[in-house]
Structures are given as structure tokens and as C-alpha cells.
């Protein structure tokens, strides 16, 4: 049997070559949760070059990119460091990207724009879920409520409609929120509705010893797995360490390198 390839495989269980969402109408949805001494972009772009891997049998995978945070050059730029070509895959139908950094909602939120927006996902979700799994990365949400003008309940009603495409057509959906922009804000419940939603939480945050030049911060993974037998829990915490690295990241437990 092949070991995991990384820690983070092992967690999101996706060993043995095997996406999140391998299995199809089961759909997911994946919380990345940073701060800004730690970002969790490096996650994304894990998980982004894994459904999109061609040698594995994450091969039937297509993702549907929502990026409010950077242009498309700057995940292609990454993404070719660790040896996926995202000019490729969209020339190949297996990403679909959507540029949102200019999105601005009108006025009246939901109707003037979100819904429009959803309406787009869900048409590029009908026409590839017959026979692809279907994965949404959305980066990241915490722009999206810039984009809707702070209005944090049109962006929850936004993300409960996107939330039905999981039970639909078995979609795997990607979220990142910062959770440091809303420790100060009364008013912001945007983080906790997100975890609710969530059946895989992923939390990058410092090291609690403070900084390290072979550690550059701590990876904790919450799989939830539903329930088991007499209503008992099955989910899952992962803890360990990470280095990022130019072209790749590397994953340890604690104390396992000297």
C-alpha cells in the first residue's frame, strides 16, 4: 500500500492518490481559516494543484476558481513552481476561473449581483457534473463581504445557495476566511456560520514558542466525518507543523526534526 503523500493528504484523507472528492455525489465543503502572521494560501494552492493533478485518479476533477484576492497570473505563477500549468488546464476545460477582484454588488446585495454570480457557478456546475467531480475554490470569502458592502448576511445567504451544490451534484467546496480581521468585530458572525457549514476545517496559525527558521507556523485539521455507531462522533484533529518551501511545503509532527 503507498503512503500518504503528505501529512495534509493523511488528514483530508486523501491517501493512496485519491482527491476529497473521489467519490461522486459526496460532496465537501473544506474551511481554510488563516491569520496574517500565517497565511493559508499554501493550502489552497495544494489542494488546487490536487484536483487538478493528472496522474491520479483526481484526474475526473474540474475546479471552479472564484478569485477575489489575486489575478489569475498569480496562482498560475505558483502553480507552475510546483509543476501544474493552470494556462493548460483552462485551455482544457478542467478550471474554470473567475476573475472577481473588480466585483462590486449594487445596493441591494443578493439580488443585484450575488445571485447572478451563483447563477454563473451553478450553470459551469451543470455542464460538467454528469461525469467530473466538481470542486469550488473560493478566495476568499472575506473579500466577497467587501465586495457585498459588509453585508455579511448576503454573503451567507450567497454561500447557503452554494452550499446546496454539495448535496445537488456531490460538489467539493473550498473556502478561505481570515479569522483575525473579525476578533474585534462584534458585529461580523461571518467565521462561525463558515465552520458550521464546514465538514473539514483547516486552521494555519503561528507557532505558540513564537517564530523559528525551520518552522514557519502550525497546521490544525478538524475532519469532522459525520457520525458513527449510537450516535458517536468520528471526527478526526490533526496538529503538526509546517516549511514552506520555494516549490513545495513540507509537513512534521512536533519534535520530529532536530
Known sequence: MDRPATLLDEALNLDN??????QKRTGRVVLVEDCVETSGAFVLHHLLKRFLSTNL???????????????????????????CNLVVQRENKRLTFFDMLMLECPDDGVEGGLIALFGNIQKAVEVNSLNK????????????EVAAKGSTRDVLNFMHYCHTLTT???????????????????????????????????????????????????????????TGELGSSKSKT?????????????YFYPGSRS
Open 17 to 22: 492518490g485519491e482527491s476529497i472528492s473521489h
Open 57 to 83: 485518479s483526481s484526474s475526473d476533477n474540474i475546479v471552479i476558481f472564484l478569485a477575489f484576492a489575486q489575478p489569475f497570473s498569480h496562482y498560475d505563477r505558483i502553480l507552475r513552481k510546483m509543476g
Open 168 to 226: 445537488q451534484f456531490g460538489c467539493t467546496i473550498v473556502i478561505v476566511v481570515h479569522e483575525d480581521i473579525y476578533a474585534s468585530g462584534e458585529e461580523s458572525t461571518l467565521p462561525l456560520p463558515m465552520a458550521y457549514l464546514a465538514d473539514i476545517m483547516i486552521k494555519a496559525s503561528p507557532l505558540m514558542t513564537g517564530l523559528a527558521s525551520d518552522v514557519h507556523g502550525q497546521l490544525t485539521v478538524l475532519n469532522k466525518g459525520g
Open 133 to 144: 467531480n466538481v470542486n469550488i475554490i473560493i478566495d476568499d470569502i472575506s473579500l466577497l
Open 238 to 250: 490533526r496538529n503538526f507543523h509546517y516549511r514552506i518551501k520555494d516549490n513545495s511545503v513540507d
